[in-house]
């Protein structure tokens, strides 16, 4: 299916994983409306709404820049009816924008914990509410995305270092599940997506330990891949998924993963928060079972944890 004349609502599309997806889409014809905060550069985090919007175009694309806090219902329900009245509605959201602080309990403040609560649940949650009379509207298989971990990856161990982030990024899980049911009969599908390995991100570099940790990950384009193969799948019968994009792909019948590695040819991948050993053991089986039918990839193994 092609995404030409598609129009798409991106999250936190100005830099990371939501700029990526965006320039995938667009590399089809796709329109996409980014709604994120930033509006002037900040030497730390490189991006603006305006520099995502010059390079969606660059890739084939139309682009909206808009400013937009997805904590605030105002600016919400602004640029929803801002793409609406540029491209005539709206067929895939995909909820990207998070906040994060890797603290423990003692260490977060209040207003840390309010921050990212606002964001990655409520807001989402916000996002979609105001999407979907929309997306309901939408005749170009209507889909909504969430960048957000598996359900199945509740679990103690991933919740005990960062309880604020950990409870706050599972929201967005538990709002796509919700939305998955309530959705379904009117044709609209609702998945979640996560990476298997730490993803070369600003954001990673910032705060998880800078090129040696991104050394050991993924580029972002490989989440963009998969999720412009769940924007082609018929949204009557794919919804409510918790999605990987490593298992994916391969079930997609994508074997290279290598040229998606930040470092081509690397052995030892790092895995990131909230995939559990099950996962590493599926892509495990997933890739003999290629090398078996003679696919050959040097795609590395998952030796590193963050």
């Known amino acids: 299916m092609s995404l030409k004349g598609v129009t798409i609502f991106i999250t936190g599309a100005s830099r990371g994983i939501g700029l990526a997806i965006a320039r995938r889409c667009a590399q089809d014809g796709a329109n996409v409306a980014i709604a994120a905060k930033t509006a002037q550069p900040d030497p730390r985090l490189p991006g603006t709404i305006y520099t995502a919007a ?19 219902e105002e600016q919400v329900i602004d640029a929803i009816q801002k793409t609406v009245e540029k491209f005539g ?6 909820n990207n924008a998070s906040a994060i602080s890797l603290t423990d309990t003692p ?10 609560h606002a964001v990655n649940g409520r807001g989402s949650w916000m996002v979609a509410k105001h999407a979907i009379p929309h997306l309901s509207k939408s005749k170009r298989n ?57 993803v070369e991100t600003a954001a990673v570099k910032n ?20 999720a412009r193969r769940i924007f082609a799948k018929k949204s009557t019968a794919f919804s409510g998924h918790n999605l990987i994009d490593d298992l994916f792909l391969r079930s997609e019948g994508v074997t290279d993963m290598d040229q998606y590695s930040v ?44």
């Open 89 to 94: 509605g709206i067929d895939i959201l995909v």
């Open 142 to 198: 209507p889909h909504v995305l969430m960048i957000s971990p598996p359900l199945s990856a509740i679990r103690e161990d991933w919740f005990r270092d960062h309880v604020a982030y950990s409870i706050s990024k599972f929201n967005m899980s538990m709002v796509a599940l919700g939305l998955a049911g309530e959705l379904r009969p009117q044709g609209i599908a609702v998945n979640t997506l996560w990476p298997a390995s730490v």
């Open 207 to 226: 705060l998880l330990g800078g090129d040696a940790v991104a050394s050991i990950g993924r580029k972002p384009e490989m989440m963009a891949e998969a």
């Open 107 to 116: 260490s977060t403040t209040v207003k840390k914990y309010d921050l990212m």
């Open 263 to 306: 470092m081509p040819g690397n052995t030892d991948l790092g895995a990131d928060f909230f995939v559990n050993p099950e996962h590493f053991d599926a892509i495990e089986q997933q890739r003999l079972a290629a090398k078996e039918r003679g696919e050959q990839g040097n795609e590395g193994k998952f030796t590193s944890k963050l």
């Open 54 to 72: 010059q390079e969606i175009e660059e890739q084939g694309g139309k682009a909206l820049p808009i400013i937009c806090d997805i904590r605030s």
